[in-house]
């Protein structure tokens, strides 16, 4: 298996170009189930996550080709060859449940194998189950699969989630597109993924009114037909490599930033004495003063700050000056990375769902293991500030989210590179 090799303590200077987002591409993509027409997504990251949801399109029987070197993804799906989603491709990307809705709305039947638990947490699909059955939907359980039939098509009715589920709105909301009459979607999930998702689905032809709101209506059409559409900028690599330069000094713009993207996390950097200034072409960002101060940051859905940044941050107040107190709001289990920091000299305390962090006046290179997608990163990101080298170990996740990152980091004066196994 690869790892990185960080050799702490160069300053960095440049442009780092941002990619089209992970969560909002493994969306769209199984939007092309909907329709008999072609679908094509530019901007789209260059992810194994995408390498994962092609294979399981494809066993479903999609046309799937790649152009620009994987930036051009172009989907088709004539005839539907399957309604089963297996669990040997499930099993690897909690998104492949994404695939649920639109085998519902197209063909009315789907077996689509759970998910299960990851890493960072137990990942349940009783939203999205009781929001597909407002649409009448009857879905059973079986052998670790979802058995889901609409006899009959699915029909339009009112939502109400218990929770904004980003991937309970997402499914819904396919589903929806394609039911008979209308669907009124309450507490909707806001993110920018979903919004991106819903302008897809209306140049596909769906009507969709709302989406960035807490109540999303959709009129159900009959068909749904082709469309090019441009893949949103990934706010999570974005405030990753935001947060870079309150590592190592020196300034760094992110290409296709924006700060609507990232409000909440912005608020944290510059309450930590990091200034981000908007410019025609992205996010500058820079260190006032020598070191990040203390700051206290809770995951929350969006507009609020985002558990997929909370690792990042992280990392970032263990070089901070005072204490900090973090809270996970979204995932019973998404502190994995602090034993991994603690190797390189972090002062953190985990209990339960809160993490209390003390910042350090160094951190030290040790070698590490990537225990997740985002905890790989906040290795990667304490090791450009740490003394002396670290070695991120395991890092297959880190290419399930992150295209690139040693090349990216590089060019803007990083020393890191990757060895492959
Ligand atoms: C609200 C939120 O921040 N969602 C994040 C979540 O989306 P993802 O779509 O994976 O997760 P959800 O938004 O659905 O889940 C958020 C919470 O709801 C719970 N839940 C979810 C579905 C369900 O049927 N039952 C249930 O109890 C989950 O256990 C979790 O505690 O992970 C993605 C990858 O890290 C992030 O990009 C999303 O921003
Ligand atoms: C945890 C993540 O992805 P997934 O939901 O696919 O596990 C993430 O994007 O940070």
Do not use: W
Not at 1 to 13: F, P, Q, T, Y
Not at 116 to 142: F, N, Q, S, V, Y
């Amino acid at each position: 298996m690869d790892s990185i090799i960080v050799r702490g303590g160069a300053e960095l200077r440049g442009q780092i170009p941002i990619a089209g987002a992970k969560n909002a591409c493994l969306a769209l993509m199984p939007a092309t189930l909907l329709s008999e027409e072609p679908l094509t997504l530019t901007n789209a990251p260059r992810l194994s996550d995408i390498v994962t949801m092609t294979q399981l399109l494809e066993s479903l029987g999609c046309e799937v080709s790649s152009m620009q070197g994987g930036k051009v993804i172009a989907l088709s799906t004539h005839d539907l060859a399957s309604t089963r989603a297996d669990y040997e491709i499930v099993r690897k990307m909690r998104a492949s449940n994404l695939v649920l809705g639109p085998l519902l709305a197209r063909a009315h039947e789907a077996v689509v194998s759970l998910p299960g638990g990851c890493a960072i947490g137990a990942r349940p699909m009783d939203i999205h189950i009781e929001a597909l059955t407002a649409l009448g939907a009857e879905i059973e359980l079986k052998d670790g699969y979802l058995h889901a039939m609409a006899r009959g098509g699915l029909r339009g009715g009112r939502v109400k989630l218990r929770f904004a589920s980003v991937g309970a709105t997402e499914n819904v909301l396919m589903a929806a597109t394609l039911a008979k009459g209308s669907t009124v979607i309450e507490n909707a999930a806001r993110e920018p993924e979903i919004i991106d998702l819903a302008r897809c689905l209306r140049a596909m032809g769906a009507q969709i009114a709302g989406e960035g709101s807490s109540t999303i209506e959709v009129q159900g059409v009959d068909r749904l037909g082709a469309a090019t559409h441009r893949v949103v900028t990934d706010r999570i690599e974005l405030g990753t490599y935001m947060l870079a330069p309150a590592f190592t000094g020196g300034e760094v713009e992110c290409l296709g930033g924006k700060l609507e993207l990232i409000g909440a996390f912005v608020e944290k950097l510059d309450a930590a004495g990091i200034e981000v200034t908007e410019t025609e072409t992205g996010l500058k960002v820079k260190l006032r003063g020598d070191r990040p101060r203390a700051v206290d940051v809770t995951t929350e859905p969006f507009p609020g700050f985002p558990t997929d940044l909370q690792a990042q941050m992280m990392a970032m107040l263990c070089t901070a000056t005072g204490t900090s107190r973090l809270e996970e709001k979204i995932f019973e289990n998404r502190f994995m990375h602090a034993p991994e920091l603690q190797r390189m000299g972090a002062k953190i305390e985990v209990h339960g769902g809160h993490a209390v962090v003390t910042g350090v006046d160094k951190l030290k290179g040790a070698p590490v293991m990537a225990t997740d997608l985002r905890a790989s990163v906040s290795l990667i990101l304490a090791g450009l500030a740490a003394e002396g080298e670290t070695i991120v170990n395991r890092v297959y996740h880190l290419d399930r989210g992150y295209e690139h990152v040693e090349d990216k980091l590089s060019a803007v004066g990083a020393r890191i590179e990757r060895v492959r196994a």
